[in-house]
Structure formats: C-alpha cells, structure tokens
C-alpha cells in the first residue's frame, strides 16, 4: 500500500502523540465527578480507571444484576461461544494494527480505493452477522432501559469496577488514558444518548414503522462497522479535501468504535461462555459498548465526514 | 379553436392542487385522460431519431432533450442574439397555457417547418405548440389518482421525445407515452404504487430505445429506485433499488428514501447514467438510521445496459438537513485539469450544500470542491432533537443551496451557472407518526426562524457562475425577495446567460462577467421555469421561451400561466 501525501502541513510520519485519544478536559473531569459523585480531589489531571475504582462505591446495584440476569436467560444456549472468541482475539489483532492503517491514511488503488479501513473490520462483521441472527439485539434491547442520567451513572459505576472489562481493553490496546476516555463518551453524554431511543420506547402509536427500524444495540454496532467501511471510499475519493487532522481523529474514532464493539463481544463471549463478568457487569458492559459506539459514530461523522470549509485541506487549483 | 374550448385544458383548470398537512392533493382530475386534437395536421410526421437526439446540442434549431444534450449543458449554439445586440432583444408574444399550476418545466422544441414545441406543466398538462404564432395543436391532460401524495406541488419539469412519441413522468409514479402528432395515449407504464408514497415530476431521459425514470417520496418513507423502460412498449427492461442493502443497518432500508427525483445524465459514449440523488428518511431523525446513509445526498453512477451501481459520490453523509443533491448532472467531456496535469471526463453539480463538486466521471473521485456559492453558517452542526424547546438556524437551509434548479454549462467561458437559495431555516427531530403514504419527515422543519444565523447578508439567492476545475467563484448576482428562486439557466454560443427569477425578471448576464446586459420585466409572478432557445429557420429568428409562474412548496409567490416567447430576427 501507498502513503498519499495530504496537504495541510502535517508531517507524513505520525507520531503516537498524533495517534492518541483525546485530552481530557477541565468540563470532562467536572462532569465524571459529578456523575459519579466523588470528589474533584479523587480525579487527578489524568485520571484513571484503577484510581477511580478505589473512591466509588462498591455496592452493586440490584436492578442490574437482574437485567443481566434475565440476559443471560434469555440467550443462553444461543450464542457460539468459540466463533465470538475467535473474532475477539482478531479484532483485537486488527486494533493492534491501526497505527499501521493510520499511516497510510488514504487508500491506494487506481480506479477505486483498496481495501484499508475495511479488512480491520471484518471480524467485526461476522460477530454483527452472529448476533443478528441468533436475536441478541433484540433480547438486550428488551432488557435494558433507554439512556436516562441513572441508567448512565450506575452503568459507568459498574463499568468502572468492572476490572474483566479493563482487562479486556487493556488487551485490545486501550492504555490507561483511552480506557478513560472511553468511560467518559459513557459518563458525559447524558443529552446525546438521551437522543438514541429503543425501538421499543419509541412512543406507542407515534413510532415510526417500527418493523424496520432495528433495535438499538444493532443500531450501535451496525453503525460502527457502517461508518468504518465506508472510510475507504469516502477518503479516497475526498483526499483533496483530507487533512492529516481528519485522518488523526478518524484513527480514534474508529479506534474507539471499536473498542466498544470489542467490549459488546466480550459481554455477548460471557454470555455464551458464562465466566468473568457479574450480572450487574454484563448490563454495564452491554450498555456502555453500546454507548461508546453511538457517540463514537457521532463524532467520526464530525471528525472526517462533514468536512467544512474551515476544515478541508487547501485548494491546490486556486 | 379557443383553448377555452380545449378538453384537456379545462381537465387541468378543473384540476385543483390542495396543500394538505400530509402534502399536496390533487383533487378533481378527469376521471379519464383526455386529449383535445386542434390542427394536428400542422406537425411534421417523421422519426425523432437517436442521431438527432445525440446532435441536439449542437443543432441550433433543436432542443430535444431536456438539458439541450444528454450532457445536460443548456448551451445553444443559435448565435442571432449576442452581448451586443441583447439588449434589443424583444417579446414576441405570450399565451397562456390555460392550468395555472405548477410551471417548473422545460419545454421541447423538434425541428421543422413548423418547429413543433412540447410543453408540459402540472398537473400533468402537455402541449403540442406551434411556437411560431403560439397555437396549440393538441393538449392533453393525465387523469392523476386523487389518492397521490406530493411534497413540493404537482410539478412537472418537461417531457421527452423519442421516433414518433413523446414521454411525460406521471404524478402517481407513471410514465405515459402519447403519439407525438396527435397526443393520444400509446402506452402508460406505473412504475411504484402512488399509495405508498411514490411519485413522479421529473423529464424522463429517452436513449437507446429506453426510458430511463426514478423515484420521488423521499418524505413519504419509501425506498428509491430507478427504472429503464423499453421506449416502444413500457415493458421494464431493468429496476435498481439505489440504497444497497449491505450499507444499511437491517430493515433500516425499507424506508431509506435514497430517492432520484431528478433526471438522469446520460454518457453516451461511457454506456453510463449519472443520477442526482436525494435525502436519506427519515428526515431529520438520524437515530434510526445510522451509519453514512449511502446512496443519499450525491451522485450515483449506473451501468446503462444492467442498471449495476458503478459507484457513488456523498455530499452530506449521513444527513439530517434535508440536503437532498437534486440538480441534473454536467457531463464536461476531456476537461484539462491544469493543477493535475490531467485531462478527463468530468461530472459537474451542486447539491443543497451550496458547494459545486467536480468529479472524475470513471471513477467518481473528486476532482475539486468548489467555494461555497452563497451563505454556509451553522452548517453541519447536529439539529436539535426531542426536547422542541431547542432550535437552531442553519444555512444553507433544507432548500440548499441548489436544489432542483438545472445549471448550465459554457465551454467557451469553462463556467457552470447555477442558481442557489440563501435562506435560513430551523429544523429539529421528534417523533412523529407514521403510517403507509404519509409524509415521513422524523422531525420539524420551519421556514419562518425564531432568530438568523449571525453573518447573513439578508439575500435570499443567487445566480452563480463557478469554473468547475478550480472551483473559482468567477461572479455572483444576489437576488432580494421574499419568494424563492426557482428555475433553470441558459447559456449562449455568443457569451449570454439567461435566468429568469422570482421578482418576474428574465436577465440575460455577460456570461464572462455577470453584468446585466437585458431585463425584461414579465410582471409580478416568480418565473420558475428553465429558459429554452431555438433558431428558425423558416422565420431567420432566434427564439427564447420561458414559463411564468410561481411554483414549489414554500414562498412560491403567486400562480400564473404564462408561456412567454421572446425573439431577435437574424
């Protein structure tokens, strides 16, 4: 594969500096201490997920262990629990590649674009495929309740005790600083996900067509995989507009996609394979991938798809 | 005979449009088509051919398809009228076609002694015209079903001519064929079920013994497709849904709209069709659609034999401001791309986004984005939703930009001229029932703001001129009204732009500079139709024809139906 040059500046060998999630800001902190109800002398200037553990409360919550509970029920028996292993550990592989995808940026290829961004998601797409067709989606969604403030702040307490679930982005290639990063899309975005109703909370009698609208752990991992595979072509026939910036935060936003599909395939593995995660966990960690990736999806439309004036690479014709 | 005492004509003038909170109703159809025959025997008998199709661009006597070629330019080569003597340019007369409904159209003009014109205008109407002394020779009027749905009016933007036929898209998601020497039905083709939402307001596309037609009801929850028709009988000969299925999130597709209400741009020589492609549905409630939405907002590429999808360019991925790409498609053959050393086919429009974006005609990659034509501010910024206590102004507004108005092309100049809206509107997503056929926005749009966006200049549009290889904004003339723009554009072998606008000016610009060299002052109806021109021989005169009245959805300003003729004699 080729590395095509892009016009803003930017160096064309990437730092990790480059590469890396999002700094987390003065408002993110205020708004992770207010949702979990610790003090701000709890949360340093980079705050993490093994420090909060130690200052939230450590009683589960009730509510969650049975939403898990009947989870578990509902699809047990189901799920193919070495096919989701498999896949988990090729994602997992995949992620580990993306710095390597980052540094070619644009896809190569003469009359339409190679296959970049698309290979890292392919495991992706077979865990999507098992999941739809086994009815995971809309048993998760039946079980759990839309985003409300209460929902998001004990699903981010569960999450943050949860240390499989650490555990497990660690593995995927999650540092320190985007493990919180990630915990942060969940904990701060009370209003975006508020937005993101599940097909069966759309009001009675004033829904859409609801048989074609999927339910919403499919809407959040299908979106991902969409918005990733269309990378390809999107950069490739834009490169005049692309920017080494669009690249930069298309990386981690993928990346972070990811990691949310990484964590719903870890919770949908438990479930198949009943080991590591509580039931309260399992119900966090099915909510908070699903949030992840819906935010996530939000902000890569942003980062590289809405390419305004202000943020295109410059003209070279005029 | 007095076109009062035309059948087809009283039929449309019976004819009422009626906005209703689920759209526009056409109420009062005949139960039956009718045609009136008047002096059929004035119309030349012999086969509109392929050849003749292929040349009309460079045929000063012809305008046979609706973008003058299949290349969609709107360029004519009859040089009488020039930057010199334009403005002697006079009226010759003016008729009125009897429906004073929607009159977005292009009208058709076959070579002959006499020329013969096509004219058509909602709801539904068609004409044949002697456009020497304005006669009508035959009308006729389709009986639209009194159950069709329409966003935007009962638009019919033109027809199409074919051997001894000529075409009109129907409002109930038709085609009708009718005998062009006497205007009665041959064939009529449904190509959706109306009841669902489907419709059709577009000039279909005839080449290669087919009639290429697409999918209106983007605001209905329907799934767009386009369509080739065999031209001789009606019999499908391909369907292609243009959402694929593997880019949406399950049965997200179902109602994903994608729909191409706009007529195909058609590549001879690559055996390819370049469609405008609308908005993704619902709306404006991205949630239960995600993911980029392809193939909405953009240009999508189709094998012409097969109806294969070769590939897609988006302009507003995943959109939730209505951001429908509706204009036809410029095809510029071997434009030289100096900055890139290269010389390639190209493929020319603005969407809603009020950028012009040039693309690689092979491939689909763009060559260029333009500077934006009028007045981006807030854009791209997420709507509000749910909670309505939230709005916000954003520009382009879901009008664009440039919405259907077709541009046009000058190869002498290297410019394309477009015509933009430049209006602020509010949008914000809630919920919002749905049923079969009814209006499906998943959200509010308002055209009357609680605020403007900080910056606006207060000009509600513009007409545009853009080179499409540097994306250079070479002039611009903003209009003022409180009606929107609507309409095509003209443009001259001499150097002349001619536009028509809301305020019931017809302008004819340098088409170098954007000066005014002509105004003509129709009175106080918009103009919404698309400037044609023919030279006549028989007459040694160039004509310039233009329908009058305000037509569209939202400020459209007041009905008329005037068909006016202008003319310079060589």
Known sequence: MTILAVSDGYQSTHTREHMSAPQITTEDREGLTRTLGVGESDVGERPTLSQLRGTIDAEADDSFASMGEAIRAELSGRLDASLLAERREELAAQIERLPEVRNVGIPAGESEPDRLYREVIEPGWDVYHHLADVGFFESVEEALPRFTPDHIETTAHELIRAEPLSGTLSGMGFDEHEQMVLVMNVVNNNTRLARWVPTKDIPSGVGFDVDHVPP????????????????????????????????????????AMLGGLSMMTEAAHDVAAGESLTDAQLTAALSASAAIMIVNQEEICKDAFWITEEMRAPSKAR | MAIEEDRAIKAAMDTVVRETDNGYRVLGAPEQSVTHQHDIDRIPEFDVTEEMLKGSGDDPEAWLVYGKNYEQHRYTTAGVITPENVADLELEYEMSVGSGSSMEGSPLIVPGDPPIMYQSNGPNHIKAIDPREGDVLWSFTYAVPSDVVLCCDDNNRGPAVFEDKVY???????????????????????????????????????????????????????????????????????????????????????????????????????????????????????????????????????????????????????????????????????????????????????????????????????????????????????????????????????????????????????????????????????????????????????????????????????????????????????????????????????????????????????????????????????????????????????????????????????????????????
């Open chain 1, 216 to 255: 919403l752990p499919q809407r959040a991992m299908g979106g991902t995989l969409l918005w990733v595979n269309a990378l390809d072509v999107h950069l490739w026939q834009s490169r005049v507009l692309v920017t080494e910036k669009i690249l930069d935060d298309a990386f981690w936003d993928t990346k």
């Open chain 2, 168 to 570: 009109m898209t129907t409002l109930d998601s038709g085609v009708v064929a009718l005998n062009r020497y006497t205007g009665e039905e041959e064939w009529y083709a449904s190509t959706a079920d109306h009841e669902s939402g489907y419709s059709a307001t577009w000039a279909p596309q005839v080449y290669d013994g087919k009639v290429f037609t697409g999918s209106a009801g983007g605001e209905y929850g329907v799934r767009g497709f386009h369509t080739a028709l065999d031209a001789e009988t009606g019999d499908e000969v391909w369907y292609t849904h243009t959402s694929p299925e593997e880019e949406w999130v399950g049965d997200s597709i179902e109602q994903s709209c994608c729909t191409n209400w706009m007529g195909a741009t058609v590549d001879t020589e690559k055996g390819r069709l370049y469609l405008p492609m609308g908005n993704p549905g619902p709306d404006f409630d991205g949630s239960v659609r995600p993911g980029p939405n392809r193939n909405s907002c953009g240009t999508l590429c189709l094998d012409m034999e097969t109806g294969e999808r070769l590939w897609f360019f988006q302009e507003s991925p995943h959109d939730v401001w209505d951001y429908d790409s509706a204009c036809p498609r410029v095809l510029i053959r071997e434009m030289e791309v100096d900055h890139r050393e290269q010389t390639i086919d190209a493929v020319v429009s603005a969407g809603k986004t009020a950028w012009s974006y040039t693309l690689d005609a092979d491939t689909g990659e763009l060559i260029e984005r333009s500077q934006p034509g009028v007045q981006q501010l807030n854009m791209y910024t997420m709507i509000p939703h749910i909670d309505e206590g939230r709005r916000m102004p954003f520009m382009p507004g879901a009008m664009g930009g440039n919405d259907w108005q077709p541009p046009a092309y000058n190869p002498d100049t290297g410019l394309v001229y477009y015509k933009m809206h430049n209006s602020p509107q509010e949008a914000w997503w809630r919920f919002e029932e749905y049923e079969e056929g009814k209006k499906y926005w998943g959200g509010i749009l308002e055209d009357e703001t609680e605020s403007i966006p900080d910056g606006y200049n207060g000009h509600i549009g513009a007409v545009i001129a853009i080179d499409p290889e540097t994306g250079q904004r070479v002039w611009r003339d903003w209009i003022d009204s409180d009606i929107y723009l609507w309409g095509g554009i003209l443009t001259t072998s001499t150097g002349l732009t001619f536009a028509g606008n809301q305020n019931g000016e017809m302008v004819g610009y340098d088409a170098e500079t954007g000066d005014r060299l002509w105004e003509f002052d129709t009175g106080e109806t918009p103009i919404s139709g698309d400037p044609v021109s023919w030279y006549d021989p028989g007459e040694e005169k160039q004509y310039l024809a233009i329908q009058v009245g305000g037509s569209g959805w939202l400020r459209r300003g007041k009905r008329d139906d005037r068909l006016m003729v202008f003319s310079m004699e060589a």
